[in-house]
């Protein structure tokens, strides 16, 4: 045996995107459906999509790309194991299933991404407080996992649950003409996927899902070990940072030319400019822009899951240095994620410290 061994680190254990891969949830898009609408989600999505979910919340999603799109995941589920890392995967939920507040009722979403409401910081899996009514649940079904990390000696922290009522919502925005936001301030609401873990700090973006109130809990709740950085981005679309940068290694950092703003933390840092995705503009997108090509998965700081049919970037990251590993996942694409977004490392050898210029 060659270096150390599972035990040497605890059950839930990871400081940033790149640490050696040990364990990791796989997000299943069973039982899913098209969201319950609206307004917040309008500036996120790709045009289509907004009559869609106007017309098919709470329907299920299409079913033979569904079930493609199902089998991707188990294929990338099984390439992971294969490299000795191991896989778990949510309880099935129907999701088409209503539920409610005083205020509201919706149907559920999927539990495709788990990146988006859960973040393991360190040692601690945090539950986000989701804007989206249709999200409001779908922590339920990885409690089953969290609660066996927890009683194995794992963190478990949640944030306050959110009202999510109509206070929380910008009536009047109109992405078409005007600048900001979709929330207001009116509680703390974010999703995990705004954040990017680097060691003992984190950058996140402002957007149609994360507020300044949100922001703000979570820089508190994690306490003085760790920095929070709100780093401005240029995407008025914003919902989820993991289209926008990417920490492969140490000092290396993927980003959208589109959307990057250079940030003097990462002052140090070699930036490689993602090439244009190779997804056509006819392939269904239902939650994302094509950009999801971007959207990968570190195994550890030389080796990276890529999208089959990316070539542009398959090449750019072996002329980087880096091992990449081919899977198919285009049908994954359509329901709102990537290999980052699909997944939520929740063990990495590593041990956290400082990697962003400025911060110490
Ligand atoms: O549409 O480029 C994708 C992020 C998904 N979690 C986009 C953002």
């Known amino acids: 045996m060659s270096g150390p061994s599972e035990e040497d680190f605890p059950v839930v254990n990871s400081y940033t995107e790149w640490d050696p891969l040990e364990e990791v949830i796989v997000g299943s898009l069973a039982g899913g459906v098209f969201p319950t609408w609206q307004e917040s989600m309008g500036p996120t999505l790709p045009h289509d999509s907004v009559r869609i979910f106007k017309e098919r919340g ?5 079913a033979e790309h569904a079930a493609a799109a199902e089998e991707e ?7 992971l194991q294969e490299r000795g890392i191991t896989v778990v995967r949510p309880e099935p939920v129907d999701h088409a299933r209503t539920f409610g507040t005083p205020q509201w009722q ?12 859960l ?7 945090v539950e ?19 609660k066996s990390y927890f009683r194995r000696g794992g963190g478990w922290l949640a944030a306050p649950q959110p009202e999510l009522k109509d206070a929380l919502f910008d009536g009047d925005f109109d992405p078409a ?4 936001w979709a929330i207001t301030d009116f509680e703390p609401v974010f999703d995990a996927a705004d954040f990017m873990r ?16 949100g922001i703000e809990w979570m820089r508190r709740a994690l306490g003085s070990r760790f920095r929070v950085h709100e780093v401005p981005v240029n995407d008025p679309h914003a919902m989820h940072i993991d289209a926008t940068m990417v920490p492969l290694a140490p000092g290396k950092l993927l980003v959208n030319p589109d959307r ?16 244009k995705p190779a997804l056509g503009p006819d392939w269904p997108m239902y939650f994302c822009s094509p950009w999801l090509s971007m959207n990968v998965l570190s195994l550890d700081e030389k080796t990276v899951v890529v999208e089959r049919q990316e070539q542009p970037l398959l090449d750019a990251l072996t002329d980087w240095g880096f091992t990449c590993v081919p899977v198919d996942f285009r049908h994954v694409y359509s329901f709102g994620g990537s290999f980052h977004c699909a997944t939520l490392d929740v063990r990495r050898r590593g041990r956290g410290g400082t990697y962003l210029d400025g911060t110490v």
């Open 260 to 275: 990057y703003v250079p940030n003097p933390l990462f002052r140090d840092w070699e930036i490689l400019e993602a090439p």
């Open 198 to 213: 680097f060691g003992d700090d984190l950058v996140v973006q402002r957007s149609h899902v994360t507020n300044e109130f």
């Open 119 to 125: 973040i393991v910081v360190g040692d601690t899996i």
């Open 106 to 117: 919706s149907a559920g979403n999927s539990s495709g991404m788990p990146r988006d409401l």
């Open 73 to 79: 995941l188990d294929g990338f589920a099984a390439v």
């Open 58 to 62: 709470g329907t299920p999603l299409p």
């Open 128 to 146: 986000t407080p989701m804007s989206w009514r249709c999200r409001k649940h779908e922590v339920d079904a990885f409690r089953g996992l969290i």
């Open 177 to 180: 003409t005007e600048t900001g």
